[in-house]
């Protein structure tokens, strides 16, 4: 089966456009128009990768990433004519991996997706056993999943990325830049703090099952690292 991609927008022009271009680059492309119809698509047909609307009818686009992020982990690419600094944050905060402003080109629009299905290991470059075990965390990287105590829990595709590169090389202390340039890989230009605010939320889901025995440490002026304590 091919990549499946779900299209949330309401300007059906905009919605005719990009379903041609996606299906004509090989994904095989759902479409809705409102909130309410994203999570019963989800749920039918599981898309890797939700292009999500900021402002839709009925539930607008950020109320339906939160909903979306407790029903399961796609990729998700939040799609806004909000150019400030702060709502681009807001949609991350609320469980986006990526962001568009429009207007926007289509062949960025693919490239995004690519970028995020990298992230997500969809290009089939998995390793031979790629299990890391730090402390109570049990990180998959085969099947892109982490258990905490035998809890799963249940990361944004960055996120795992991020945990990931983090708790590969324990102590070892990563500038903003580099977990940007690692988490996002393109070129397009994001600022450094929103690295901070994908560290917040795994912070929190990490905390959630117990203690998070400061697994993710902040080296103040300079960036993060995983805790060298918690290396088996």
Same mark, same amino acid.
């Given at each position: 089966m091919g990549i499946k991609v779900l299209i949330v927008e309401d300007e059906t022009k905009i919605v005719s456009l990009m379903e041609s271009y996606l299906q004509a680059e090989?994904? %095989? +492309? =759902? *479409?809705? &128009?409102d909130?309410? *119809? +994203?999570?019963? #698509?989800? !749920?039918?047909?599981?898309? %890797?990768? +939700?292009? =999500? %609307?900021? &402002? =839709?009818?009925?539930?607008?686009? #950020? %109320? *339906?990433?939160?909903? =979306? !992020?407790?029903?399961?982990?796609?990729?998700?690419?939040? +799609? *806004?004519a909000k150019s400030e600094e702060a709502d681009k944050i807001v949609g991350l905060e609320m469980g986006a991996d990526d962001y568009l402003t429009k207007p926007f080109s289509l062949r960025e629009l693919s490239a995004r997706i690519r970028s995020l299905l990298r992230r997500m290991n969809h290009n089939g470059d998995s390793g031979a056993n790629s299990v890391l075990r730090r402390g109570d965390l049990t990180i998959d990287e085969d099947s892109l999943q982490v258990f905490k105590e035998g809890q799963e829990l249940h990361l944004t595709p960055t996120e795992f990325k991020l945990l990931h590169l983090l708790a590969s090389k324990p102590g070892r202390v990563y500038s903003r830049m580099q977990l940007l340039q690692h988490a996002f890989e393109e070129e397009f230009i994001i600022d450094e703090r929103t690295i901070d605010s994908h560290i917040s939320k795994l912070r929190k889901k990490l905390e959630k099952s117990g203690r998070s025995y400061e697994y993710i440490q902040t080296v103040y002026g300079f960036?993060?690292?995983f805790g060298a304590d918690h290396e088996n």
């Amino acid at each position: 089966m091919g990549i499946k991609v779900l299209i949330v927008e309401d300007e059906t022009k905009i919605v005719s456009l990009m379903e041609s271009y996606l299906q004509a680059e090989g994904y %095989d +492309v =759902l *479409t809705a &128009m409102d909130g309410n *119809t +994203v999570l019963q #698509l989800y !749920r039918q047909h599981k898309p %890797d990768i +939700v292009i =999500l %609307d900021w &402002m =839709l009818p009925q539930m607008n686009g #950020l %109320d *339906t990433c939160r909903l =979306l !992020r407790q029903s399961g982990s796609p990729g998700i690419i939040m +799609v *806004t004519a909000k150019s400030e600094e702060a709502d681009k944050i807001v949609g991350l905060e609320m469980g986006a991996d990526d962001y568009l402003t429009k207007p926007f080109s289509l062949r960025e629009l693919s490239a995004r997706i690519r970028s995020l299905l990298r992230r997500m290991n969809h290009n089939g470059d998995s390793g031979a056993n790629s299990v890391l075990r730090r402390g109570d965390l049990t990180i998959d990287e085969d099947s892109l999943q982490v258990f905490k105590e035998g809890q799963e829990l249940h990361l944004t595709p960055t996120e795992f990325k991020l945990l990931h590169l983090l708790a590969s090389k324990p102590g070892r202390v990563y500038s903003r830049m580099q977990l940007l340039q690692h988490a996002f890989e393109e070129e397009f230009i994001i600022d450094e703090r929103t690295i901070d605010s994908h560290i917040s939320k795994l912070r929190k889901k990490l905390e959630k099952s117990g203690r998070s025995y400061e697994y993710i440490q902040t080296v103040y002026g300079f960036g993060y690292r995983f805790g060298a304590d918690h290396e088996n």
